[in-house]
């Protein structure tokens, strides 16, 4: 990597949220891929730069809402979404963690955000000229929501194509596709007699399909009754990841026949490759790891908010179908259970880490060469 024409390496921070684990490991993808060229990165969460209030009703409130208050999860999304006393709030605490978002960003060249709010932060930032970085956001979400777009972000990336049409469509700001921030790994087949062993490990029948579910690294939603309506199907066998919920779990375990709950795994794309279905409820992070390792994807009973919008988005763009009841679900996976998806989705090139070392490249180029137009 070229170094700065300070004397001093280029940098780039990468600014996640640690509300789920979907933030995460885009950031924790796109440093190992800048790692691996040479650039130097540094990690920030989010939530450490806002006031202690603020960090708690993001960490806490978002699972208790999504749980236990879901109609109040879609209020506060769509609120969100438009100009209002709820929107100037959210924005208050935003403007609350510029402070330290300055700080951290102070010395690299260009900032990621992983996350929607410290989008937020590094737009107001630009905007005030208090922040000279060149600002990325990369959309982990299929659905463009307001609070992911600011106007005085240099660049908004996006994982497919769906995903940067509506962004260019419904709020008039360009996307650019560059595919999905997850590990080569999902990308790899398993050889049959690996897939049949890893069947037999998990008490899996070889000779019957299997729904993967997922639900997120909290295990959100209302999986018991998912879970409960598919296997009244008797259409496949449901392995049920559960993340780190072990109330979740301990209660799939009383289940009936024909279900296998899991905590939580670091050998998912092994269980991606030997699964035939994936059964998801938000379209994050999972969901982009099942559409490059090719694995048919199904929404099922979305969670509140984000989850739906996904659903929808993801319907439309014909990257996962939302089957509407149980009778549809049998009949979509018995029509996905036998395929294997076009990864050609969510892999592209330039990727989300070449993006940002052709950035730096511009950043860092000595005085006197003219730099490219981005």
Partial sequence: MAPAADGGRARVLVVSGSVGAGHDGAADELIARLSAVGVATERRDYLDAIP?????????????????????????????????????????LCFAARFRMR??????????????????????????????????????????????????????????????????????????????LVSSRFGQRLAPERRLALRQELGLSPDRPVILM???????????????????????????????????????????????????????????????VLIHNAGGLTLTEALTAGLPAITFRPIPGHGTANARTLAEAGLAPWPADCAELADVVRQHASLRCDPSAVVRKPDAAQVVVGLLSDRVRPAGQAQRTA
């Fill in 52 to 92: 202690w209030l603020g960090r708690l009703i993001l960490r806490e409130g978002y699972e208790l809402s999504i749980g236990y208050a879901p109609r109040f999860f879609d209020w506060l999304f769509d609120n969100l979404e438009h100009k209002g006393w709820v929107q100037r709030i959210t924005l208050l």
């Fill in 103 to 180: 700080r951290w960003a102070k010395g690299h060249h260009v900032v990621v955000s992983t996350f929607p709010l410290a989008s937020q932060t590094l737009g107001q930032l630009r905007a005030s000229g208090a922040l000279d970085a060149t600002v990325v956001t990369y959309l982990t979400d299929p659905a463009v929501h307001r609070m992911w777009v600011h106007a005085n972000v240099d660049h908004h990336l996006t994982v497919t194509e769906a995903t940067s049409r509506m962004g260019r469509l419904a709020y008039r700001t360009p996307m650019y596709a560059v595919g999905g």
């Fill in 214 to 276: 997922v639900a997120g690294s909290l295990g959100l939603g209302d999986v018991p009754r998912a879970v409960r309506e598919i296997a009244a199907t008797k259409v496949a066998q449901i392995l049920v990841l559960c993340g780190r919920n072990a109330r979740l779990r301990a209660e799939l375990d009383r289940r009936e026949d024909g279900v296998i709950a899991l905590g939580w795994r670091d050998d998912v794309p092994q269980l991606m490759a030997m699964a035939d």
